[in-house]
């Protein structure tokens, strides 16, 4: 008999895990070979390239950390390394000079364009893999459930 009031919970738990894990070293790799970007980079980009001049479209450091997924204290030092590499700039926010925004260069925008479809074709491709383990395959449906219809022009 098991000790655990749910051991369930505790195993979809660790099969979410590991489907993460797995996705996320797979398009790793993919960006690193192709574009010498980490996914961190890439969803910093990514997120950051999606910044409107409108009422509330601009991430603060502290919104972007949330974005991403880390500390604020990481997501500064990778701003740090992008803007070092020509990706990003800062400049102060015009309402609250405290405050620091940080932009998506035309650079920084090209490799985001071409380092998309990589990320996209890993994405998928991993998913591919783990649905073909009986542990990851609902999970990696429900990922593909959760994408937009495609738009058709």
Excluded: K, N
Excluded at 14 to 19: G, W
């Amino acid at each position: 008999m098991s000790r655990r009031a749910d051991p369930g919970l505790a195993h979809g738990w660790c099969a979410l895990s590991a489907l993460h894990g797995r996705i996320e070293a797979h398009i790793e790799r993919a960006l690193q070979a192709a574009h010498e970007l980490s996914v961190r980079e890439f969803s910093l980009l990514d997120v950051l390239s999606e910044q409107h001049d409108g009422d509330g479209g601009h991430f603060r450091m502290h919104q972007l950390a949330d974005a991403v997924v880390l500390s604020q204290s990481a997501t500064t030092r990778l701003v740090t390394r992008l803007e070092d590499r020509g990706l990003l700039r800062r400049y102060l926010c015009p309402d609250d000079r405290r405050g620091i925004y940080t932009d998506v260069t035309e650079e920084g925008h090209a490799l985001l364009d071409a380092a998309r479809p990589t990320h996209d074709a890993a994405l998928r491709e991993a998913l591919t893999a783990a649905e073909a383990r009986p542990e990851l395959a609902p999970l990696a449906a429900a990922v593909r459930t959760l994408a937009p219809a495609e738009r058709t022009a």
